[in-house]
Every structure is written in structure tokens, then in C-alpha cells.
């Protein structure tokens, strides 16, 4: 007869793998392979904690890798709040490598991706673990007070947006927790560089050491305050 122990973690198993089946069938550009490493250091973050985990996702697009993040939330008693402008970075725009059209509001003209992430979100049943938080990353970093467990920035890849991201939403990760990157690429030809550069410059400040990678997946953890106040 099966013990109370082991229902409960094939529940958690059969629920896992639900929740990254409605990942796959997400819009978004990450690969399983490395959402599923994404829902493992995120897992690690809200295990590892002593009470109820604060997860941050900067850049959300249709909500592929929220509900990843999303289901190590829901496993752990996290919190993620999801950040996205939801007007697409760049690299979306009309004319450009990454554009979808379906994505466009046909009244407005401009991209609007909320309405995908709120229908992913949904469908995955994971409206009590993710929040969503609509509005400029920047404006929203500079007001924030909860200390994070794990903070994954995925937003705009151009030098501005990248950066912006990356100075107001680091120093909040807490001694001990983890940063995660996307798309950085060691070799130019791969990808677009200013991911990479964070990277590089979070190991260059001694606040954060190499913690884990999947392909251009990139996980780091906080070893030093921040240095300064950005």
C-alpha cells in the first residue's frame, strides 16, 4: 500500500510534469532544456528558504518560462512576480528576426503580449503563485523592497534595456540566493552581447560566483552585498 509520503510526490511529479507540458506549448523562445534547469535553481531558491520565497521574472513575453518559474513557485509556497512591459523588446518588433504578428493588438498597432501570458498563466492554473506586474522594469526596480531568493532577468537583449535590468533588479538578490541570466552567448556569432556582458560583470564584481549553466542559461549566486547603491 502506497504511504502518504509517496502520493504526495507523485502528485508533485504528475503536476510538474503538467505544468511543463503548458511550458512547451507556450509562445516563447526557451528551450526545455534549459526551462527545466531554470524550474530546478528555482526550486533550489524557495527549498532553501526558511519562510515563503520572493522569485522575480524580468521579461515574461508570453509566459513560457513563468510557468516554469512558476511551477517551483507553486512546489515550494514561493511567490513569482512576473515583470513585463509587454510591448515586446527589439528584437520583436515588425521587421525584425523575432517578430510575431499574432502577438499584435490589430486596434492599437503595437505588440501586446499580456493577453497570451494571462491565458498561459490560466491554463496552467497557477494564478495563486504568479503575479503579474505590468510596467517598466526599471521604474518598478527602483521602488522595490523585498529581498530576493532568485531573480531571472530574460528582458529586452539591446545594451540599454539590458543593462537598466541588470543595475536595478541585481542588488536586490540577497546574500546566498540566485541571479539567473538567459541568452548569454560566450561566442559573438551565437547571439547578441550585452547578456553575456551582465554576466560577465556580475563575476567581475566578486558578488556573485559561477552556481550552475544550460546552454545559454547562466545561474549565479550572491557570495557579497552589493558594493554600491545603484
Keep these: 500500500m502506497m504511504s502518504a509520503d509517496n502520493e504526495r510526490r507523485d502528485e508533485m511529479e504528475h503536476r510538474t510534469e503538467q505544468l511543463f507540458a ?75 528576426e523575432h517578430h510575431d504578428d499574432e502577438v499584435v493588438d490589430r486596434t492599437t498597432g503595437r505588440i501586446d503580449t499580456l493577453p497570451f501570458w494571462r491565458r498561459t498563466i490560466d491554463a496552467a492554473g497557477l494564478g495563486g503563485s504568479v503575479v503579474g506586474v505590468v510596467g517598466n522594469s526599471s521604474a518598478i526596480a527602483s521602488h522595490w523592497q523585498t529581498p530576493l531568493d532568485l531573480c531571472f532577468i ?26 539567473a541570466i538567459h541568452d548569454v552567448f560566450p561566442n559573438p ?21 559561477e552556481d550552475g549553466e544550460c546552454g545559454s542559461l547562466r545561474v549565479l549566486r550572491r557570495v557579497e552585498p552589493p558594493t554600491e547603491v545603484r
Excluded at 556569432?189 to 560566483?209: H, I, K, M, Q, T
Design 22 to 96: 503548458h511550458a512547451r506549448a507556450a509562445k516563447g523562445f526557451m528551450p526545455d532544456d534549459e526551462g527545466t534547469a531554470l524550474f530546478h535553481a528555482a526550486r533550489r531558491a524557495g527549498s532553501d528558504h526558511p519562510t515563503t520565497g520572493t522569485f522575480v521574472e524580468v521579461g515574461a513575453w508570453c509566459g513560457k518560462s513563468t510557468v516554469y518559474l512558476g511551477a517551483a513557485a507553486e512546489a515550494t509556497g514561493a511567490l513569482l512576480f512576473s515583470i513585463d512591459h509587454h510591448h515586446g523588446s527589439e528584437e520583436n518588433q515588425r521587421g525584425w
Design 189 to 209: 556569432a551565437d547571439g547578441g552581447r550585452p547578456p553575456y556582458e551582465l554576466w560577465c560583470a556580475a563575476l567581475a564584481s566578486g558578488e556573485f560566483v
Design 154 to 179: 530574460d528582458g529586452g537583449h539591446g545594451e540599454e534595456p539590458a543593462w537598466a535590468d541588470f543595475r536595478g533588479w541585481a542588488p536586490h538578490v540577497a546574500v546566498g540566493r540566485w541571479l
